[in-house]
């Protein structure tokens, strides 16, 4: 009797060791996952205010508006201001504009599209993640916000 005893101890043991481990896999997982999320909303500051020293540069008559949309920031539970802020930033651009856009703002332009659309894998990834039954039930999120989609984005 005692050897099936003891075997079962070792069974639940090892189940035991391998939830845990399974367990801090996942919440290693979703610290890197927050850690490329806020590196990527940097990149997208960092491309939003690019362009709008760029405009500020190229259209003169926008650097005051172009400044006080740069004074916003992007943070993890509020991006709707700003880019509220960037589309009427951008709708102004495209009023003082006369045909295409010169190269630089076209090139900025690529660039914050690029990294929206880096934010965004990130913030789905991160999500796909978060929102699983065990995270949310384990809180292995801990108290971090749910990310935002950018740019309209679902």
Do not use: K
Request: net charge neutral; proline share 5%; with cysteine.
């Amino acid at each position: 009797m005692s050897g099936i005893n003891v075997a079962l101890v070792v069974i639940v043991v090892a189940l035991a060791v391998a939830t845990l481990t399974w367990l801090y896999s996942i919440a290693q997982r979703l610290d890197r996952l927050h850690i490329r999320l806020d590196r990527s909303r940097d990149a997208l500051q960092a491309a939003l205010d690019r362009r709008c020293a760029v405009v500020a540069a190229l259209y003169p008559q926008l650097a005051p508006l172009a400044a006080e949309v740069e004074q916003m920031r992007l943070t993890p539970t509020d991006l709707a201001e700003r880019l509220v802020s960037e589309e009427a930033f951008m709708s102004a651009v495209a009023e003082a504009q006369r045909g295409d856009a010169p190269a630089p703002l076209q090139d900025a332009n690529t660039r914050v599209e690029l990294a929206m659309r880096f934010y965004n894998d990130a913030v789905d990834d991160t999500l796909a993640l978060r929102l699983r039954p065990t995270v949310r039930a384990l809180h292995l999120g801990g108290t971090a916000a749910l990310p935002q989609f950018a740019g309209g984005h679902r």
